[in-house]
């Protein structure tokens, strides 16, 4: 997937993996939601919205809709239903390192009144110290500025953490089951 994310840039195909600490050092985080079954979905949330903060993110769901990616232009958008499917996620750290080449989607997720909803999401972090996350110069064009600051992953999670704390919404879920 990285070196096919690379050659997508025009990068040499390894580069990305490297400067994500390699393969050796990636770590694999899974979580798995369960999404109840709720008498008022438009009350509740299941996941609020958020942008992950791994390389790439893979999901793999039990075919209940309930994914929703925030779209300029159009708000928030259900992602379709593909059989046998795994969706990607472009996370944070693979936006800073591309410049936002590619893009981490802010996305959430629903619950409904008919179905439960469970997916597995397998997080694919950088190591926490071992590079320092920067936009890579060659993705950095002329007459461009470089989008985000240089931080370790560790740095990045502790900003993204506390941004959050600040910001804090409060909101509540509903659900029963
Ligand atoms: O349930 C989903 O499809 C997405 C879950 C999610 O965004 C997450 O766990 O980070
Ligand atoms: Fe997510």
Redesign the pocket.
């Known amino acids: 997937m990285f070196s096919l994310l690379s050659l997508g840039l025009g990068l040499d195909e390894n580069k990305l993996e490297a400067e994500l600490g390699g393969k050796d050092d990636l770590l694999l985080q899974l979580?798995i939601?369960y999404?109840p079954r709720c008498p008022q979905p438009e009350l509740a949330l299941?996941?609020e919205a958020?942008t992950?903060v791994s390389s790439l993110?893979f999901?793999l769901?039990n075919g209940v809709p309930?994914?929703q990616v925030f779209k300029n232009g159009f708000g928030w958008v259900t992602?379709p239903l593909v059989p046998n499917s795994i969706?990607v996620?472009v996370g944070d750290a693979l936006e800073i390192i591309t410049n936002g080449r590619y893009h981490s989607v802010l996305?959430?997720?629903l619950v409904n009144k008919e179905n439960i909803?469970i997916?597995w999401?397998v997080?694919c972090e950088p190591p926490r110290e071992k590079v320092v996350l920067r936009p890579l110069p060659e993705l950095v064009g002329e007459g461009e500025v470089a989008r985000f600051e240089p931080r370790t992953f560790a740095e990045h999670l502790e900003r993204k953490l506390f941004k959050a704390r600040v910001a804090g919404s409060g909101d509540k879920a509903v659900c029963e089951d």
């Open positions: 979580k939601n999404y299941g996941v958020h992950d993110s999901i769901h309930g994914l992602a969706i996620h996305h959430r997720g909803r997916s999401a997080f």
